[in-house]
C-alpha cells in the first residue's frame, strides 16, 4: 500500500472526510455567536474566560524527539454575561525542530502535513476533492511558526480588547500552560507574554464545586451528559467542549477563581 510520509491515502483520505463539519478551518481570527448553555445571575469574577486547547506532536513508542511543538492553536473567548463564544482565534501551527507529523499524530488530531502536490494520481471523488480543498490550511507545512503565531494571538487579543477586560485563560489540565507552551518556548528562546502565567485547570474547578474528582474530558462530559463538540483531540473541537463543560458549571452556581 502506497503511503505519504508516514500514513496511507486511504486512511489520509478517511481522515479528511471524517473531520467535525463544524470545525472552522480558517487560519486567522474569526467571530462566531455561538451558545453554550442558557445565560444564569451568578456573578463571575472576569468578563471573559479564554478556553485554550493545544495539540502537540506526539508518537506512540515514547517522548517525540527533540521535544514536543504546538501544532493548533486555538482560543475561544466565552463571555461570561451570556455564555456564548464570542469570537475564536485558530491556527495551525508549523514544528520546526521535528518537522515530521507522525502517523500516530494524524491519527490521534486529524492534523496532516502534505502537501496538495502529493495527491497527483490519487483516485478521489468530487465530493473528496472539495473536502481535501477544505482541508488545506490544516497541512502544518504551509502554517506560520509558533513565534508568528504568538505574535498574531497577542494582536487578537488587543482587537477583542481582552487585555481591557477581566480575563482568565481556562484548560482542562495544567499541562497546556503549565508544561506544553514554557517548554517550548524555553527551548527556541521565545519571550512570551505575562498573560499566560495563569489560568483555571477545569478539572480543579470541578472538584472544588462538587468535590469529585474528575479524571478528564471525557469523565465531565460523562457528569453533565454532554456529546463532544466533533472530534476528540480536535483542538477547536475540545474548546467547544470545554466551553458546554465551563457554562454548565457556573449554571450550578459556581464561581470561577
Known amino acids: 500500500m502506497t503511503s505519504i510520509r508516514g500514513y496511507s491515502r486511504p486512511l489520509l483520505s478517511s481522515l479528511l472526510?471524517?473531520?467535525s463539519p463544524q470545525s472552522p478551518f480558517a487560519t486567522t481570527a474569526a467571530s462566531s455567536k455561538t451558545c453554550v448553555s442558557e445565560p444564569h445571575s451568578v456573578t463571575q469574577n472576569f468578563d471573559n474566560l479564554l478556553i485554550l486547547d493545544?495539540?502537540?506532536t506526539c508518537c506512540d513508542s515514547g517522548p517525540i524527539l527533540p521535544y514536543q511543538e504546538i501544532i493548533e492553536f486555538p482560543v475561544?473567548?466565552?463571555?461570561?454575561?451570556s455564555w456564548t463564544i464570542t469570537s475564536c482565534f485558530h491556527q495551525y501551527v508549523k514544528p520546526t525542530a521535528n518537522p515530521n507529523i507522525t502517523s500516530f499524530c494524524t491519527h490521534l488530531t486529524g492534523i496532516i502535513q502534505v502537501k496538495f502536490a502529493g495527491f497527483e494520481g490519487l483516485l478521489i471523488s468530487a465530493q473528496q476533492k472539495c473536502g481535501l480543498a477544505k482541508n488545506l490550511q490544516e497541512m502544518v507545512d504551509n502554517q506560520p511558526t509558533i513565534d508568528q503565531?504568538?505574535?498574531d494571538f497577542d494582536e487578537w487579543m488587543k482587537k477583542e480588547e481582552i487585555l481591557k477586560s477581566r480575563f482568565a485563560f481556562v484548560t482542562c489540565g495544567?499541562?497546556?500552560l503549565g508544561?506544553?507552551?514554557p517548554s517550548e518556548a524555553k527551548m527556541k528562546n521565545l519571550d512570551i507574554p505575562s498573560y499566560f502565567n495563569s489560568?483555571?485547570?477545569v478539572k480543579k474547578s470541578y472538584c472544588e464545586h462538587s468535590g469529585i474528582f474528575a479524571k478528564g474530558l471525557r469523565d465531565l462530559l460523562r457528569i453533565y451528559k454532554l456529546n463532544h463538540s466533533g472530534r476528540i483531540h480536535s483542538g477547536i473541537d475540545d474548546v467547544k467542549t470545554i466551553c458546554a463543560i465551563t457554562s454548565a458549571i457556573a449554571k450550578e452556581g459556581y464561581v470561577f477563581r
Open 17 to 19: 472526510m471524517n473531520r
Open 179 to 181: 508544561v506544553m507552551l
Open 54 to 56: 493545544f495539540e502537540a
Open 76 to 81: 475561544a473567548k466565552l463571555d461570561v454575561k
Open 199 to 201: 489560568w483555571i485547570n
Open 149 to 151: 503565531v504568538l505574535n
Open 174 to 176: 495544567d499541562w497546556d
